[in-house]
């Protein structure tokens, strides 16, 4: 799979990198799996191995802001012999619990790592290393076909790493686990829909960044959004 170039520069804008684009990246993607199904138990299982290998990135030493989502510097000069790969293994179970309730369940194992100019293997912004989930649904309709739908989700991955904006990349830390339960209750009725949902149930204000703070000359965490409820109402014509 070969990407569109990336436009660093206009030779205008007064940046020091005098490249005007940069080759087109490419990757590789190969993944292998076994699916088992058990329908007198309404039960779907499938293991999947995965792995992409992305070369032709953008890269400076060891700054690389494709695969750490970091903003382009244009202090920097780059050329296109970075590389990063992303490799593991994905579980995902299905279940039909009765005719109106279903359970799904997946786990990830990876790593995401890219290397630095001299070949050193460092971690990407995105390495969190493992992903769980887990949704139940239940759906109800009644005889005036009004539809009430139900679901609960929950969300756990390992952390993020700081992407290099503060410190050297090889001195990354890894930010905390992060974990949320998000419910959602829909009512459908002739022509509308009715929607609460409710975003990380518990509260939970999970890390979100390190930056640095110029009044005290001090690394701080930045913490993301704890409960966030919404209601919609939707109507078609």
Request: net charge positive.
């Amino acid at each position: 799979h070969r990407q569109n170039p990336l436009i660093l520069n206009d030779g205008n804008a007064g940046g020091s990198n005098d490249m005007a684009y940069l080759k087109p990246s490419r990757s590789w993607s190969s993944a292998i799996g076994w699916k088992l199904l058990i329908p007198d138990n309404h039960i779907s299982l499938l293991i999947r191995l995965f792995n992409t290998e992305l070369t032709h990135l953008p890269i400076s030493n060891n700054y690389s802001p494709v695969i750490n989502n970091i903003s382009y510097d244009d202090k920097r000069k780059l050329n296109e012999n970075g590389r990063a790969r992303t490799y593991g293994v994905e579980f995902i179970a299905d279940k039909n619990i009765s005719d109106n309730t279903y359970l799904n369940l997946n786990a990830s194992f990876f790593q995401t790592k890219f290397e630095s100019e001299n070949g050193t293997s460092l971690n990407s912004q995105f390495n969190f290393g493992h992903v769980f989930n887990l949704n139940v649904s239940q759906k109800i309709t009644n005889r005036k076909e009004n539809i009430w739908a139900c679901n609960i989700a929950g969300h756990f991955r390992g952390g993020a790493y700081s992407n290099g904006k503060v410190r050297p990349i090889e001195a990354q830390v890894q930010l905390g686990d992060y974990w949320r339960i998000d419910f959602r209750m829909e009512h459908r009725w002739k022509s509308s829909v009715l929607t609460l949902d409710i975003q990380n149930v518990l509260n939970r204000q999970n890390d979100a960044y390190i930056y640095f703070d110029e009044w005290t000359k001090t690394e701080k965490l930045k913490k993301q959004l704890g409960l966030i409820p919404v209601l919609s109402y939707k109507r078609h014509f």
